[in-house]
């Protein structure tokens, strides 16, 4: 029912590059800016990406965001336990006047 | 530090309105945007809509997610530092975990969340 699509799980073990996919259409991603959100199990979402490739304060730069077009991803690198959780991605969609979001990614850390 | 806190009802019946408040500490809430955001099993996270606090009481605009917007009003007391919510005639669709949050298109601070159950 999300209009931006998301991989519903994701795995690797640590150390590795993970990276989740999203994607979305012109009224979205594709002229507005990308979101990502990391939910732990019972808490809110922390955000994890802003402006497609921005990290906010605190965000190890481990985690890395990109947009092309109407897809974007965000790469996960030197993999550790600590990242297993949801991962949502999120765009202003013009038609909508508001945010939509993706149907999230559990990553599993092996 | 920013720290946003849900309050209001755990469980209502069906056709009831949801009355939920945000307090907000930590900075002043004028000249920011404040959401409200939800999150069920079924429909994953929804952004349900938001307000800018202009600091004036007589401006304070609102954009609705359009799937909510005849039921939907949010407001905001600045003087008190509270985001309130009222959801009408709720259904067991509207079952959640309901957040607040301070931004439109993205959002740093959120409050921990409260779940809110509608029985039928």
């Known amino acids: 029912q999300s209009v931006l699509t998301q991989p519903p799980s994701a795995s690797g073990t640590p150390g590795q590059t993970v990276t989740v996919s999203c994607s979305g259409s012109?009224?979205?991603?594709?002229?507005?800016?990308v979101y990502w959100y990391q939910q732990v199990q019972g808490t809110a979402p922390k955000l994890l990406m802003y402006n497609n490739d921005q990290r906010p304060l605190g965000v190890p730069d481990r985690f890395s965001g990109s947009k092309s077009g109407t897809s974007a991803s965000l790469a996960i690198s030197g993999l550790r336990s600590e990242d297993e959780a949801d991962y949502y991605c999120a765009a202003r969609d013009d038609g909508l006047s508001g945010v939509i979001f993706g149907g999230g990614t559990k990553l599993t850390v092996l | 530090q920013v720290l946003l806190q849900e309050s209001g009802p755990r469980l209502m019946k069906a056709s009831e309105t949801l009355s939920l408040t945000c307090t907000v500490s930590g900075d002043s809430m004028k000249h920011y945007y404040w959401s409200w955001i939800r999150q069920s099993p079924g429909r994953g996270l929804q952004w349900i809509g938001y307000?800018?606090?202009?600091?004036?009481?007589?401006?304070?605009?609102?954009t609705y997610n359009p799937s909510l917007k005849s039921r939907v009003t949010i407001s905001v007391d600045t003087s008190k530092s509270l985001l309130s919510l009222s959801l009408k005639s709720v259904t067991a669709a509207d079952t959640a975990f309901y957040y607040c949050?301070?931004?439109?298109?993205?959002?740093?601070?959120w409050g921990q969340g409260t779940l809110v159950t509608v029985s039928s």
């Open positions: 949050a301070r931004g439109a298109d993205f959002w740093s601070y």
């Open positions: 307000i800018f606090d202009s600091g004036s009481t007589a401006y304070n605009p609102t």
């Open positions: 012109r009224s979205n991603i594709g002229s507005n800016y």
